[in-house]
């Protein structure tokens, strides 16, 4: 059996088994449907649902169905329109098309007789409210969407395969947006460096690129792109991923220009700690433990830079850390960038609480194998935070020339996506390998 033929049979199980225990006999899923602006005519970019592309390699096909029933191949219903004002959905190809039974519709309003032997009174329809036609509003049944979401935390060896290519189409983008950074060129013109490498246009990023020089790379989500380069670029930051089949890479990397040392130390010492965070991602680990020892790791940092004097213990007890890093160690990843299910307690639902004071945190689970994750500390200098520790009892204990010297450089974020193995094994790093193999 092929990767993917076996996700499907892996799906169709799991499906299955929630649905029986949620009391339903069959699974439909709207993929969505095009929004438009307010009072216009011109469309947003359209985003499937993601339950829809689990199962299918479709992510700019919206009208389209898909329905689970169990002891049968999955219906998929294709809209495919007669349209000369837009290229409609090329006609159904790929393996998937074999491993399921396929119905074209050209009318949107067609997928309610293409589906209408599959609603009984105990039909799970998701999606979102807008996807609704005539006897098939969706319902979204929580206690089926836990056990689906809780699923989704694990990958399947096909959704590894497309997690490593999402990898595999992002790391030449970050080679070229790091050589255009070293060629001084602009924020925007690095981002369009960054586009050209990977293959990708604005319309089909799994996330809007963060490309920030010098002192913006200090905005956690920074979300402009200046045209003109600055007088001098000391630093540069990049958030930026790809994605495959609608799987998400997610990866960060912090430059220092030449002759910078001092920052470039920096980034050094925070790639060493960075190593040792990815190394702790291990079947049976909280999540919440990792994101602890980050905080242990930038006072270590702190104080290794000589940027605050107090002992390590201190600076994390009295929250000196989170004026510097003040951010989630990182989250699941998948067909999501934020993928869901991070606070689940368990399968059938609560919440795993964040540990008191950091609010971030994106997850909280214990992990296990198969489960991808981004493990992504930072060191910043934000103007705001750096305020509140200036007035705080601890400023005296603060090197605040050096806070100056460095905040010219904004800060320092590193992101890995790293699979956890069974077993104790040491983790695969997704992005590392991809950055070595390129
Ligand atoms: N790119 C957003 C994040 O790293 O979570
Ligand atoms: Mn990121
Ligand atoms: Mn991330």
Known sequence: ????????????????????????????????????????????????????????????????????RPGKRPRVVYHQPDDYWHVPPSAPGGEWVDAVELVVIREPGQAAAALADCVTPRTAILGEADAA?????????????NLLHWARGTKTPYELEQMRAAQRRAVPGHLAARAAFLRGESEAAIHRAYLVACGHTDRDLPYGNIVGLNEHSAVLHYQYQDESPPAEARSFLIDAGAQVNGYAS??????????????????????AEQLGLVDEVREGVDYRDI???????????????GLVKMSEEA????????????????????????????????????????????????????????????????????PMLLRELRASPHAAQVDWDAVERLSRYGGV?????????????????LTRDAFAAA
């Not at 036609?133 to 969407?145: H, V, Y």
């Not at 960060?252 to 001092?262: I, N, S, V, Y």
């Not at 994101?291 to 830079?305: E, F, I, K, M, V």
Request: charged letters at 20%; aromatic letters at 8%.
């Open 315 to 382: 600076m994390v007890e009295q929250r000196v850390t989170h004026a510097f890093f003040p951010h989630g160690i990182g989250h699941l990843l998948g067909l999501q960038v934020h993928d869901v299910g991070g606070f689940m307690a368990g399968e059938t639902g609560g919440v795993a609480d964040k540990p008191e004071g950091h609010r971030y945190l994106r997850l909280t689970r214990r992990l296990q194998p198969g489960m991808v994750v981004t493990i992504e500390p930072g060191l910043y200098f934000i």
């Open 1 to 68: 059996m092929s990767l993917y033929t076996d996700h499907l049979g892996t799906l169709q199980r799991q499906a299955e088994s929630a649905l029986e225990r949620t009391g339903h006999d069959t699974l439909l899923v709207a993929a969505g449907i095009e929004k438009y602006a307010f009072l216009d005519d011109r469309p947003y970019l359209f985003q499937p649902n993601p339950h829809f592309k689990h199962w299918l390699p479709l992510t700019q096909h919206p009208h389209c169905w898909l329905a689970v």
């Open 291 to 305: 994101h602890l020892s980050a905080h242990r790791r930038t006072a270590r940092l702190l104080r290794g830079a």
């Open 250 to 271: 997610d990866i960060t990397r912090t430059w220092a220009a030449p002759g910078h040392d001092e920052f470039a130390a920096l980034v050094a010492a925070m790639e």
């Open 133 to 145: 036609l005539p006897g098939l509003a969706p319902n979204n049944p929580e206690p089926l969407l």
């Open 413 to 429: 974020r590193i992101e890995d996506d790293v699979a956890c193995r069974a077993g104790g094994q040491a983790p695969e790093n």
